[in-house]
């Protein structure tokens, strides 16, 4: 049950490179874009 965000949305293999996951519950609206 954990969301990945990244902080590019340009191209899937950065974002997919450049991303973080994190459990939903943490997660606030502080992070990058969301995928």
Known sequence: ????????????????????CVEPESASGDQGSFI
């Open 1 to 20: 049950g954990l969301r990945c965000y990244a902080k590019f949305h340009r191209n899937r293999r950065v974002t997919r490179r450049k991303g973080r």
